[in-house]
């Protein structure tokens, strides 16, 4: 006893194992097989959160590989011809050791565990805030879909009075000129009545769109028999409604001035509209035709022709773009723009 290096207490049975330990906290307890009143196994049930050492006699391996199954931290075997006391104190400190890496160990598994429980919390309410913002934004969706139909419907409302007031007009020029402002109000509407049916509401199928534009015109100016034919070829580009409604604007009157114009009599005629992007934010509308052409004399920016001043308007104002005139072979319009 005086040779070991710590601070003990002696128990020499179960109960007084029990109450020393009921009235003292150890950092270890060593124990014998046998007890006066029980054995090991018997302090093995109330003993919780220390390390226990199970000493046995000589021969009683079972008993100790039994001991290390119920809890024991480590077990020595008496054996009176080996430095006992030295083996003992190291036994001990190993003891001692494991049990503080346990409690860091136990330690950071706490703290892990409330990590993950906040960081669950976390991931739970962004969970929620992100149906939120799906609702959200499917309310805002059906609104915007319902807003562009009442747009396009107004638009066909309009669409339609000016109708009416051709059927009681009989001067041609002022039936051409509400014609005009129809087939705006048409292409204008068509952006709307596209975008309500689509999916996306960023985005506009401009081949589509510019097909369906054509065959409006066509219809607007009586040509249903294949005298004109057009070429469409319009990238997938991203352009939004505030641009593609000036490009539906400048389609339909380039597209107007080339069946009312181009070709006169029973000529047959090509009209070909390309939309493609030239770089990242910049891109480029060519519409043409193999008509007669644009007679030398007119210079487009200095021009009293309403149809060209209003291209050059929603050009260079709506777009912020440039607009250049080719007369080979026909007319061909080369508008440059950002998206």
Do not use: W
Request: hydrophobic share 40%; aromatic share 6%.
């Amino acid at each position: 006893e005086q040779d070991l290096p710590y601070d003990y207490t002696i128990a020499g049975s179960v109960s007084k194992a029990r109450e020393a330990l009921d009235l003292e906290k150890f950092d270890i307890v060593i124990t014998d097989y046998l007890l006066g009143d029980g054995t090991a196994f018997d302090v093995f049930d109330f003993i919780i959160n220390t390390p226990i050492i199970f000493i046995t006699g000589a021969g009683d391996e079972e008993i100790a590989v039994k001991a290390m199954k119920g809890g024991a931290y480590d077990y020595l075997i008496k054996d009176p011809d080996r430095n006992y006391l030295k083996i003992l104190s190291v036994t001990v400190e190993n003891a001692i050791k494991r049990k503080k890496a346990e409690e860091i160990i136990k330690k950071q598994t706490a703290e892990v565990m409330i990590a993950n429980e906040q960081l669950q919390i976390e991931i739970t309410e962004r969970k929620k805030m992100e149906n939120r913002i799906k609702a959200s934004l499917e309310e805002k969706e059906v609104l915007l879909k319902e807003i562009h139909h009442r747009v396009k419907n107004n638009m066909q409302v309009i669409y339609g009075l000016l109708n009416v007031q051709c059927d009681y007009i009989r001067n041609k020029q002022c039936i051409d000129i509400l014609r005009g402002c129809q087939n705006q109000i048409m292409s204008m509407a068509l952006v709307h009545k596209i975008l309500y049916r689509s999916k996306d509401l960023t985005h506009i199928d401009l081949q589509d769109y510019i097909s369906r534009l054509a065959n409006k015109l066509l219809q607007s100016y009586g040509i249903n028999n294949g005298k004109v034919t057009f070429k469409i070829n319009a990238e997938n580009v991203p352009l939004g409604v505030n641009t593609t409604i000036p490009c539906g604007l400048i389609i339909n009157e380039l597209v107007s001035n080339s069946l009312k114009h181009a070709f006169p009599g029973k000529k047959e005629g090509k009209i070909q509209i390309t939309l493609c992007s030239i770089d990242k934010n910049l891109f480029e509308l060519v519409i043409n035709d193999n008509g007669i052409g644009i007679p030398e004399d007119i210079d487009i920016k200095n021009t009293e022709t309403l149809g060209i001043k209003m291209v050059v308007v929603f050009v260079e104002d709506m777009l912020q773009g440039t607009i250049e005139l080719i007369r080979d072979k026909g007319t061909e319009f080369r508008i440059t723009f950002k998206g």
